[in-house]
């Protein structure tokens, strides 16, 4: 389904995003291996989402689901309670699923084949099937190409201590819920900190879970033995999902927009500390906690942006927001360049790829870079045919520059915004003040 997007006079109004994917998945998985229930409010209901809960399905766990509260009840088993699936277990679209639930299923004593679609086909896998292997998995790419599908057998876990080449939250994760399982100790370092909301939830359900500084970066440790506890879980709004909404409402004049109950987390803020590099006017108001995590309301008015340089010290903490950043650095004055990205060429679509020529194709001035992308900001883009290449951010980014563009654009493939937020599109509708 193509989508057309016409400019926009402004943004005015009050939204409140979807529920963080990346809790939505946690909560599920961990309320899965927990005793008891867990209730998760504010749930997101994505297509990504809803393949976790699938292969959950299929290894014996019971849900209840209220579409229309966004809430989930998950049944949990325990951590020994899940059953041999049937079947393959289809992690869709899902980079999340597929990394975290490998972890849990390498600690299993049935075998399981988990798949996944094109895409997820394409991603890499070797960085989580390395460090199984280490801590004594039996776990194997099924075409041995170190992709999907991925083969996991019942084997004895070790505890290791692991220093990760990649800042990652998913190889950190998978690590650490695999070492629940293991005989002793398992530790992962990472040189730059990843999103940590494993090491958050997982303290909330109950498991021995520590982590801090150390002199080789940043370590996250869990001792295994401890059975996990059901808990209720209140899934704050997801940042990713907030910053089309704050660039929409910074690039168009007189925009005035308030975004509600958004989760700041201080490892996935890096997109409020760039927008604050480029002179970006965002206010953060009623902080609070919302089951752990931290929450606020962001108010965002339009504002006059400058270029910056994004490098490897924040790029772990605004990897997903590259695409609308780089949107971003096109209405900004002056040379935006981002580096030390290289990991977006293996996301849903080669993002920097994606990014530049979708760009590109609006009149931007975009050099495409091994590991990032320099922007030439400034120059006045105009509508036209944008290709989505089936990645949701890409869609969700180019709706946000065609919104300031001159005439109208349209998104090949607009549908894949239903991964991360099917309503994206009627949210936008609803705070656009009238197309020009």
Request: charged letters at 20%.
């Amino acid at each position: 389904m193509n989508q057309i997007i016409r400019p926009a006079k402004c943004l005015k109004g009050t939204v409140q995003v979807p529920g963080d994917k990346s809790i939505s998945h946690r909560a599920v998985m961990f309320g899965a291996i927990a005793n008891g229930d867990t209730r998760i409010s504010h749930f997101l209901r994505s297509a990504d989402c809803l393949s976790t809960i699938s292969c959950f399905e299929k290894l014996g766990i019971c849900f209840e689901q209220d579409p229309d509260r966004d809430e989930v009840i998950v049944h949990g088993r325990g951590l020994r309670g899940l059953s041999a699936p049937s079947g393959i277990l289809d992690a869709g679209n899902s980079g999340t699923t597929t990394r975290l639930i490998s972890g849990i299923l390498a600690g299993q004593p049935f075998s399981s084949v988990l798949d996944g679609d094109d895409s997820i086909r394409q991603r890499p896998m070797k960085r989580i099937i390395d460090p199984l292997l280490l801590m004594g998995a039996d776990i194997s790419s099924v075409k041995d190409n170190n992709h999907v599908p991925l083969r996991i057998s019942p084997s004895s876990l070790h505890g290791i201590s692991y220093l990760s080449p990649t800042a990652s939250a998913q190889v950190k994760s998978c690590i650490l819920l695999a070492g629940l399982y293991a005989d002793g100790k398992t530790s992962v370092t990472e040189t730059v900190l990843s999103r940590n909301h494993t090491e958050l939830m997982l303290s909330a359900f109950g498991a021995s879970i520590s982590s801090g500084r150390t002199l080789q970066g940043f370590e996250a440790s869990i001792l295994p033995g401890n059975e996990l506890h059901g808990t209720d879980i209140t899934v704050p709004g997801d940042i990713s999902s907030a910053a089309y909404f704050i660039a929409a409402a910074l690039v168009l004049p007189g925009s005035e927009v308030m975004i509600q109950n958004v989760g700041i987390n201080p490892t996935r803020t890096g997109i409020l500390e760039v927008v604050a590099r480029m002179g970006g006017n965002v206010r953060i108001l009623n902080r609070r906690m919302e089951g752990g995590e931290a929450a606020a309301d962001l108010m965002v008015t339009s504002s006059s942006l400058s270029g910056t340089e994004i490098g490897a010290d924040l790029i772990p903490s605004l990897i997903d927001e590259i695409p609308v950043i780089a949107v971003l650095a096109a209405f900004a004055k002056g040379k935006t360049v981002i580096r030390d990205a290289s990991e977006l060429r293996v996301k849903e679509s080669d993002r920097i790829r994606t990014t530049a020529r979708a760009l590109q194709a609006m009149g931007a001035r975009v050099t495409e870079q091994p590991d990032g992308m320099i922007i030439e900001g400034g120059i006045p883009l105009h509508g036209g045919m944008v290709e989505s290449c089936l990645d949701h951010r890409i869609a969700m980014s180019m709706a946000v520059c065609a919104l300031a563009s001159d005439g109208p654009t349209t998104i090949k493939d607009a549908e894949c915004t239903g991964i991360s937020y099917p309503s994206f599109f009627q949210d936008l509708r609803n705070l656009t003040c009238e197309t020009m």
